[in-house]
Every structure is written in structure tokens, then in C-alpha cells.
């Protein structure tokens, strides 16, 4: 929707700047003002046609029309004996054209949204002058096709029917493939029911492995503890060898002391044999000499003299 027209130097106006309301706009005041200049500039700019160079304002070499769109959009028209350009710009970019002739670039044809065989078309379903016959009731029959195409979007409806219907079809057999492959599939799945049960004793052999694995790893352990403590007795053989043979030794030592002892004890205790060997004669010899001082025998009465003995 056009919201703001600039004209410069184009007929009547020097400068014109014109803001329209959204929807329907209207246009009046006396003849010669201007009024039919105003809506020529704006179909100009637009379409490019048509044109007149008489158009130019007396004293000018060029004359300027801006049109300012709601949705940001611009279109400058500038032309001249020797100027013809013009500059399509939204937002931030800005793209001019230059040397183009009568019609106007792809480019901006596509930046206005028509193409350049619908521009009669186009140009009198926005623009009607004053003394102009009903556009639609005066256009040729092709003309009016065009127009109706154009207002009632019957080409695009078809269009997007017919793709709509194709893409139903499509989508119909799409179904019937899926609603064939869900059916095989469920299939699969009835006669791969064994593979939960199957699953579940996968899960159970699998804590059995892990504890089997961790099993295995202090196993790993104490046999790497035994190669070590192989590997230290090979090293501490010698060692243990001298050991044994001083313990024998030790033992042999402690036999041999004990040995030692015993003797001595012996000599020990025949010394003391000896010793009561020599009481005991003692008290022979003084129980004779007793017996012989007595002269009488004690116990039997008999008669003792120097040759009395111990019998």
C-alpha cells in the first residue's frame, strides 16, 4: 500500500509531498490544480509509462517522483532529456539503474511485483483519469481475462488446487507404503517377541561377567603377588641357604654345649660318688673300730675281735 508521494518538477508541482491514509484516498479541488499530474506522476513511477517530456516542469532539466510503500519499501523515478534512472531501495539497501529505455529492469519489475507483459494490465487496474471510460467495460476481452485473473487470483487457485489434489495423492500413497511398512514391521516385531526374554538374560549374564571379570582381576593380582614374592625367594635363596646352615650349626653348637654340660654333670656326680665312696669307708672303718671297742656283735650277740669285717 503506497503511503507517502514526493514530486519535484513534474508539471504543475515544484515540490509536492502528499502522506495517504490506509484504504480508500480521494483526490478533489478546482481544474488545473494539478490533481490528474499528481496521479500521472504516481502511474510514472510505478510503470515507467507513460511518459511525455513536456511532463518536466519549465526551467528544470529533470523531474523526481517518489513512492514510499507500508511495508518500508521505496521507488524514486528520475527523468530528463538526458536523465533516466531509477532507485529501488528497502530497508538498508539501495540498488539504482541507469540507461534502461522505456521498460523497466527485471529487477525492479520483481521489486514492484509485476511483470512487464501485465503492465497495461496493471496500469489500468490502478490508474483512471477523469474523462477515462470504465477501464474493465472498455479493455479488450484478453485485457479483461487478465484483469479478473489479476483481481480474483483464479490461475493461482487453480495452480495451488491442482498441486494441493497431487500432493493428496501423493500423500495417500505415501500412507498406504507407511501403513504396508508399520504392518511388516509389526510383523518383525511379533517374531522378534523372543529378543526381551532374551535381553533379560543378557543383562543377567552380563552382571555374572562383571563379576566374574572382577573375580579375574584379583586373581591377576595375587598372581602377580606371587610372581613377586617367587621372584623375591629366588632373590633371598642364597640368603635363606645361610640361614639354614647357621641354624644348623646353632643347632649342632647347642648339642655339643649340652654334650659339654652333660659331662660336665657326670664328672660332677662322679666326683660326689667318689666322695661318698670315701664316707662310706670312713664310717666302715669307724663302725669296725665301734664294733671292736664294743666286743660284742649287737644284733647277734657273737664275740668281735681285730680281725672283725664287714660281712
Request: net charge positive.
Amino acid at each position: 500500500m503506497i503511503e507517502k508521494v514526493i514530486i519535484e518538477n513534474f508539471q504543475r508541482h515544484k515540490y509536492l509531498e502528499v502522506e495517504l491514509d490506509k484504504g480508500f484516498n480521494c483526490i478533489s479541488g478546482p481544474s488545473n490544480v494539478g490533481k490528474s499530474a499528481f496521479v500521472r506522476a504516481v502511474a510514472f513511477c510505478l510503470f515507467g509509462k507513460p511518459w511525455s517530456s513536456d511532463w518536466v516542469r519549465e526551467g528544470a532539466s529533470y523531474c523526481t517522483v517518489t513512492v514510499k510503500f507500508s511495508d518500508g519499501r521505496q521507488i524514486t523515478r528520475k527523468k530528463g532529456a538526458n536523465v533516466n534512472e531509477v532507485t529501488i531501495k528497502c530497508g538498508d539497501e539501495e540498488e539504482r539503474f541507469t540507461s534502461f529505455g522505456t521498460d523497466y529492469p527485471e529487477r525492479v519489475q520483481k521489486f514492484l511485483g509485476f511483470a512487464s507483459s501485465d503492465l497495461e494490465a496493471f496500469c489500468n487496474l490502478n490508474v483512471a483519469f477523469q474523462l477515462d471510460p470504465p477501464f474493465f467495460l472498455s479493455s479488450p476481452p484478453q485485457t479483461r481475462v487478465v484483469l479478473l485473473d489479476k483481481l480474483t487470483s483464479l490461475s493461482r487457485l487453480r495452480e495451488a488446487l491442482s498441486k494441493t489434489l497431487k500432493e493428496i495423492k501423493e500423500l495417500e500413497l505415501e500412507r498406504s507404503r507407511v501403513d504396508k511398512s508399520i504392518t511388516e514391521k509389526r510383523e518383525q516385531l511379533a517374531r522378534l517377541a523372543f529378543v526381551e526374554t532374551s535381553y533379560q538374560e543378557f543383562l543377567v549374564l552380563e552382571k555374572e561377567t562383571i563379576a566374574r571379570l572382577e573375580l579375574l582381576k584379583r586373581v591377576e593380582v595375587l598372581c602377580q603377588r606371587i610372581a613377586k614374592y617367587k621372584s623375591a625367594r629366588l632373590t633371598l635363596r642364597p640368603a635363606i641357604e645361610c640361614l639354614e646352615r647357621m641354624i644348623l650349626a646353632k643347632r649342632k653348637l647347642l648339642c655339643v654345649e649340652r654334650l659339654f654340660e652333660q659331662e660336665r654333670k657326670i664328672r660332677e656326680t662322679k666326683s660326689r660318688l667318689l666322695e661318698l665312696e670315701k664316707k662310706v669307708e670312713s664310717l666302715k672303718e669307724s663302725f669296725r673300730k665301734r664294733m671292736v671297742k664294743l666286743g660284742v656283735c649287737p644284733l647277734c650277740g657273737s664275740k668281735i675281735d681285730e680281725s672283725f669285717s664287714d660281712r
